[in-house]
């Protein structure tokens, strides 16, 4: 069997045919930072060709699945703009192995999912969610455009009006109303949700590993259409976006708030 490679901000972890990817930032709740998106791409491409797996299941590790973008990281892409240019290949490389990927894609949302989290999960073939964990996309609420991903896979899930409501608003949901909207399949009580991901694995695995594979293949060409069509121009406005005064003195705001929250505490 394959060895499993080594990361810093991931942790990859093998049960039977079942290959295991999580976030491994719990510190920060998961969120994505240079390196993190770096070994994500790379942690996709090795599960896509790994001949030890069938399935593949993507959570976080401590309470988060992923906070999304880290706060830190963000105010050195506001010094220095041009740095998002990289970041912004990342997330187009990340999407789009997502999208590549034959084995079925399982998110696990032990927690919260926000942002480029969010986006990450809903892009997965099958989403199992905490029915308390806090789901959505609030680009908006730090003067961002939800450029890379979001704009694409929450009107393909929820429908275009929802989709508009909870983009436009950068509201967070719950795994239960996640579920009600149809983002997730599945919102369940925390202490059920491993035994529901390891038997929907076990499901799959069980099946027709091939038959499986093309039938996948054959769902996302037309989301692999959407998202050719969507892709750069999302990224392109929130590449401007990231360099105006709006998103600045969010950042700003919301660090602050923060850190008047650690204060009182």
Known sequence: MTDLPDFQALALSRRGRCLTVAFNRPEVLNAFGPVMHHEFVAAL???????????IVLTGEGKAFSAGGDLDRMEEIIADPDQFDAEAADAKRIIFTLLDIEKPVIARVNGAAVGLGATIALFCDMILADETAKIGDPHVKVGLVAGDGGAIIWPQLAGFPRAKEFLLTGRLLTGAEAAQFGLVNHALPADQLDARVDALVDELIAGNTQAIRWTKVTMN?????????????????????????????????LKAQIGAKKTRN
Not at 45 to 55: C, K, L, N, Q, W
Not at 231 to 247: C, F, K
């Open 221 to 253: 060409l037309e989301l692999k259409r959407i998202a050719h069509a969507l892709m750069d121009p999302g990224i392109a406005y929130e590449a401007l976006s990231v360099r105006t005064a709006a998103h600045r003195d969010a950042v700003a705001a």
């Open 45 to 55: 491409e090795f599960a896509a060709r790994d001949p030890g797996s069938d399935v």
